[in-house]
């Protein structure tokens, strides 16, 4: 009788009649978990002559390691930037509602906010793995409030500020504490940010350069002090300018340190960037390329009136608008949705699509010794889809926590 006990007496699953995104292709094999990983299957049958356990037919679909959304304020009726005694609640339930679109793992997202918004829900949500219980949080995305007057977007005006106490110190009075933080967006441009930009990444978070009026050369000198992402690219930055591209130009910069590499966040909602905007972004720098919903409270909820932190927006359509005005403020899309516009209006390969909301993100937050691929060893999250990249079911750690 064969044994799978000669390394663990976890169970084991096999996923068959599948296709599996694994180094930037489709294959048509069986995928392996044990406790929550990926198996390698050939040790299994011949170091430890195991067997699966389990098998789940997934009747031909697309298996892709799981989404993962690094810009999201909120959606179902949550707002993540109002303080409330039951924060932690807000985002569990949007944790939760997200796995049908393939999400597994998540940044909150917070927009410019008076400093005691950040002091009371920050330390109500703590870095976690997902489950059944929803999708894992990775740590928070604090957008603002060190960003570009002329570049506010949607951000309330009266909660900007400078790094007028020195820098870091700015930083803690704002925020509180760092520990549950995973990623700022700020414009570099303000008197202090490179000597902040540093000291966050030297803490292991990551700085995205946004809402901004920053030239190239000080976007540049951002990025050799650690920064790598850009948020929401084209939107709340200076256009294109081909003397000067502004931040647009880390796309092609030539001054982006060895080894290193910048990525940029898009909001593929079909509303927020044209498909030809899309498709320039894609084809100058297709591996940086990182999906984001950026969606609000209104996702998944009807037309009509909502508060995004201190503002009113208002649900016309796919648009969502600071109430009164024409001003976009985040979207109501969904991740697979994103995936699936993303696929149609740059004419790229599934591949390219799923690894945008998959592989890249896991990058950029320096997760992808186990998350946002199929390799051996990473974390099994995993979504499956149909052919026209429809959400199936979702798994995490192995296990299924939603199916259509
Ligand atoms: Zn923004």
Redesign the pocket.
């Known amino acids: 009788m064969p044994s799978n006990k000669s390394v663990s007496d976890a169970p084991i699953t096999q996923f068959t009649n599948c296709r599996i995104l694994r180094d930037h292709c489709l294959q048509r094999e069986d995928l392996w978990v044990r406790d929550g990983k990926i198996l390698d299957p050939e040790k299994l049958f011949f170091d430890e002559h195991g067997y699966a356990d389990k098998c789940v037919d997934c009747e031909g679909s697309i298996i892709a390691p799981g989404f993962i959304d690094v810009q999201i304020n909120g959606g179902y009726g949550i707002d993540f930037s109002q303080a409330c005694d039951d924060a932690g609640s807000g985002v569990s339930l949007v944790a939760k509602k997200i796995l049908e679109h393939g999400v597994t793992s998540f940044c909150p997202t917070l927009?410019t906010s008076p400093p005691h918004v950040y002091h009371k829900v920050l330390p109500q949500v703590k870095v976690h793995d997902g489950g059944a219980h929803g999708a894992g949080v990775l740590g928070f995305h604090l957008?603002g409030p060190f960003i570009s007057l002329e570049k506010k977007?949607a951000h309330p005006e009266q909660f900007l500020r400078t790094f007028s106490s020195g820098g870091f110190r700015d930083l803690i009075e704002t925020y509180g504490s760092l520990d549950s933080v995973a990623m700022v967006t700020l414009a570099p441009e303000l008197d202090g940010s490179q000597s902040v930009i540093r000291d966050l990444c030297q803490k292991g978070i990551t700085v995205s350069l946004?809402?901004s009026v920053a030239n190239m050369s000080q976007a540049e000198e951002a990025v050799q002090h650690g920064a790598s992402f850009i948020?929401?690219l084209f939107?709340?930055m200076l256009p294109f300018h081909h003397r000067d591209p502004g931040i647009v130009g880390l796309l092609t910069s030539d001054q982006v340190p060895a080894g290193r590499k910048v990525y940029y966040g898009m909001i593929a909602d079909g509303i927020h960037t044209n498909p030809a905007a899309l498709r320039i972004a894609h084809r100058a720098h297709p591996s940086g390329l990182v999906l984001v919903t950026?969606a609000i409270t209104a996702m998944g909820l009807p037309p009509g009136r909502h508060t995004l932190g201190q503002q009113v927006i208002e649900i016309q359509g796919l648009h969502a608008y600071v109430a009164g005005t024409k001003t976009l403020s985040g979207s109501i899309a969904t991740m697979d949705m994103c995936v699936r516009h993303f696929k149609h209006a740059s004419g790229c390969s599934v591949e390219e699509a799923l690894e945008a909301a998959s592989l890249h993100p896991a990058q950029l937050l320096g997760l992808s010794h186990r998350k946002g691929n199929l390799d051996f060893g990473s974390d099994a999250d995993l979504v499956l889809l149909d052919e026209t990249l429809n959400v199936k079911a979702t798994f995490i750690s192995g296990e299924e926590v939603w199916r259509k």
């Open positions: 927009v957008e977007g946004g809402h948020t929401h939107n709340a950026d």
